[in-house]
């Protein structure tokens, strides 16, 4: 009732191939090329989606005022005289109630008006018009900025 052990060669050690340890460092190079990717996609993404109504606005020189933290209400007057609510298009007759319920801040909330330079005066006389027999107080009008010549 004997045991029998088989020893190999070399004192029971293997020859030949040798086991790896488990690497424990992690390999950042495809991480920040993911990472690089993204921003580009993000960076030249991220000016696309800021463009609601698509117009081409009138030139001025005037100063630019100063930006507020918070997406603005933006009333938007197309060439063909369509009217929008930020994306959303709307009646003329509806301004007024559509804007006293989004606003938060009452009727201190700032409105801004874009229009297209080939929108006839009138037609933004208009919409300002609805603006204020709604009773908001802060109307502002959109333009380009010319920058030096």
């Known amino acids: 009732m004997g045991s029998h052990v088989h020893m190999s060669e070399g004192g029971g050690r293997r020859r030949g191939r040798k086991r ?6 992690i ?11 993204l921003l580009i996609v993000f960076m030249v993404a991220a000016p696309l989606l800021t463009v609601g109504v698509p117009i081409e606005l ?5 100063q630019q005022l100063g930006q507020s933290k918070k ?3 933006t009333l938007t007057v197309t060439k063909d005289g369509k009217v929008f609510l930020q994306e959303t298009e ?3 007759k509806s301004i007024g109630a559509k804007l006293a319920a989004i606003t938060k801040s009452g009727y201190d909330e700032p409105i801004y008006v874009r229009a297209d330079r080939a929108v006839d005066y009138g ?7 609805e603006v204020a027999k709604a009773g908001f107080r802060k109307l502002s009008l959109l ?3 010319d920058g030096p010549s």
């Open 123 to 129: 037609a933004v006389m208009r919409v300002m018009g």
């Open 90 to 92: 709307i009646d003329l």
């Open 27 to 37: 390999n950042v190079t495809p991480f920040v090329d993911v990472m690089l990717v």
């Open 71 to 73: 997406e603005p209400l």
């Open 58 to 62: 009138p030139k001025t020189s005037a």
């Open 143 to 145: 333009t380009d900025v």
């Open 20 to 25: 790896k340890a488990p690497m424990s460092e």
